[in-house]
């Protein structure tokens, strides 16, 4: 019998797939410190982000995702 793979829970909690396919990230330096950031800063720190294709690679199988064709 051969073993199941199992995600990576820290990843699952990082990192959100989209129905698509897509790999989407948060932003890093949103949490404190903001008194100094210009609010336009701030908004786009909220958006998610698409993550690189050559890192999507190696999150989808800790992920356990597989692309459909």
Known sequence: MKNKMKTRKSVIKR???TKTG?????????????????S??????????EVKASFAKRLRKALGVTLKK
């Open 15 to 17: 990192f959100k797939v």
């Open 22 to 38: 897509k790999i989407m990230r948060g932003h890093n330096f949103a949490r404190h410190l903001n008194v100094k950031k210009t």
């Open 40 to 49: 336009t800063r701030k908004r786009a720190l909220r958006r998610p982000v």
